[in-house]
């Protein structure tokens, strides 16, 4: 069985890809299943996946490797219940080590699986992210260069969103800074290109041997702690429709964040009603690439899942949540009933393995 592992940082695009994959895959008749990872509990990647119809099993409440025991049953249900010919595991947009953490452990329990690791980068983000960027603190910078340090193969994602003279600036940059790596560019929206992904990991060679990365797990933890988790999920009610109060409600969330200057891993939101499935995603770009349209739906009560990781002290975040809330609810008329709230920064990263080769 293929077991495909997604890395790279917060908002780079894995979840997209892993959908269209497995979109594809379905009308291949091939069965496709799905682990998804959060450090929280209220995930909008397994809720999005699961109502595009695909086998999905999360690892809540902590990352793969910090619970690889949960990533190994994930992987046996999948395979025995639902007979899955192949895996995509999105591991935590702010997690890496995962060659001594993950694919190695695999290597040598799981001997029968095919392994491979993708790791996804922004490409409008990439130059930034990987140069002397002053826009999350170095500790966040330090996990997304040693994600690209450890792919299989480095995924350079959204290239549609880049003029052809900032495509080949950026390929030449990369190519310099990763002569060894195997590298694709990607429009994870466009089905040839997932096509040549999924081309690109069948051929991989899965019995090569990996090197660990070198890493300071204190300046990593210092990453991972840097970026506040918030996890709401929230009812909206109205006696109208709900569609203007939700957009207003996302709206005033990422104008409030964006006003503290406060930078976003991945700021998204999932809406969900009897015929309605939305998800709207905000990251670490500028805010006019950020501008979204959200095309009107016909619902007088929706289920809205929001999940972020950004860069603040959490209090902050909650704040900027609960105001929000209040002011739509004064504003429209609507009524939003909190049913869980979650706001925490992630703990030092502790792996259930670490094997060194
Ligand atoms: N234009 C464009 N948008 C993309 C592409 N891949 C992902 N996105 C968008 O980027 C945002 C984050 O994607 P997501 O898959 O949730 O990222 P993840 O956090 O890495 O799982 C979403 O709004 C996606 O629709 C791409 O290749 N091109
Ligand atoms: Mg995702």
């Not at 991945?266 to 501008?291: C, M, P, Y």
């Amino acid at each position: 069985m293929h077991v495909n592992i997604l890395g790279g940082f917060l908002g780079s695009g894995k979840t997209t890809a892993i959908n269209q994959a497995c979109k594809l895959l379905q009308s291949e008749g091939k069965r496709v299943g799905v682990i998804t990872n959060d450090q929280g509990t209220q995930l909008v990647d397994t809720a999005f996946i699961n109502h595009n119809g695909i086998a999905t099993k999360e690892v809540t409440g902590s990352c793969f490797c910090c619970n690889f025991e949960a990533f190994e049953r994930n992987i046996a249900q999948l395979a025995e219940g639902f007979q899955v010919d192949v895996i995509f595991a999105e591991s935590v947009g702010s997690c890496t080590d995962l060659v001594s953490t993950i694919l190695n452990p695999l290597s040598i329990y799981h001997q029968e699986l095919k392994v491979t690791l993708s790791v996804f980068a922004d490409a409008a983000m990439l130059p930034v992210l990987i140069g002397q960027s002053k826009l999350f603190k170095d500790s966040v910078n330090y996990i997304y260069r040693k994600q690209l340090e450890e792919a299989d193969i480095i995924v350079v994602n959204k290239i549609d969103l880049l003029s052809s003279d900032r495509l080949l600036e950026l390929q030449y940059l990369i190519k310099n800074k990763f002569p060894h790596k195997e590298i694709i560019y990607q429009n994870s929206l466009d089905e040839k290109s997932i096509l040549q992904w999924l081309d690109q990991i069948g051929k991989f060679n899965y019995t090569a041997e990996r090197t660990s990365l070198t890493i300071d797990y204190d300046l990593y933890g210092e990453g991972e702690a840097a970026l506040t988790w918030l996890d709401y999920l929230l009812i909206i009610e109205s006696d109208d429709n709900t569609h203007k109060a939700c957009e207003l409600l996302m709206e005033q969330i990422y104008k409030q964040v964006n006003s503290y200057a406060l930078p976003i891993g991945h700021l998204k939101f999932l809406i969900t009603g009897k015929d309605l499935v939305r998800k709207i995603s905000f990251t670490a770009r500028s805010s006019q690439e950020n501008e979204q349209k959200i095309d009107n739906w016909q619902e007088n009560s929706v289920e809205m899942l929001i999940n972020a990781r950004i860069q603040c002290d959490p209090i902050i975040l909650k704040t900027i949540v609960n105001d929000a809330l209040s002011t739509i609810e004064m504003e429209t008329n609507v009524r939003i009933e909190i049913k869980a709230a979650d706001v925490f920064l992630p703990g030092y990263p502790k792996p259930t393995h670490r094997i060194i080769t």
